[in-house]
């Protein structure tokens, strides 16, 4: 069984930057993508970026240039640094973890940033 555990939302000031992390645990096959998603109220779960065991990363236009994904894959974690952070980056962001056929979610955690 696999665990994401995420941690490192809060409430930020827009200009701020926050860390987001998620730690994966369980039977991870070694060649999977780990990926952030974001959901605010009334809209529908988006990509946020994304990264492969390989180093490959992915971005949503609306964050390029603003966030990064890394992960350190001897600790099946997965990071993503937010920087000049805008009020309509508020959601509920969450971890996913695709390994082999499976796919995996954490819980989400709330990121918001007032204006």
């Known amino acids: 069984q696999v665990q994401l555990v995420e941690s490192g939302g809060g409430l930020v000031q827009a200009g701020g930057s926050l860390r987001l992390s998620c730690a994966a645990s369980?039977?991870?096959?070694?060649?999977?993508?780990m990926a952030w998603y974001r959901q605010a109220p009334g809209k529908q779960r988006e990509l946020v970026a994304g990264?492969?065991?390989?180093?490959?990363?992915n971005y949503a236009d609306s964050v390029k240039g603003r966030f990064t994904i890394s992960r350190d894959n001897a600790k099946n974690t997965v990071y993503m640094q937010m920087n000049s952070l805008k009020p309509e980056d508020t959601a509920v962001y969450y971890c996913?973890?695709?390994?082999?056929?499976?796919?995996?979610w954490g819980q989400g955690t709330q990121v918001t940033v007032s204006s």
């Open positions: 996913n973890l695709v390994s082999g056929p499976y796919g995996y």
């Open positions: 369980g039977h991870i096959f070694s060649l999977n993508t």
């Open positions: 990264i492969t065991s390989a180093g490959a990363t």
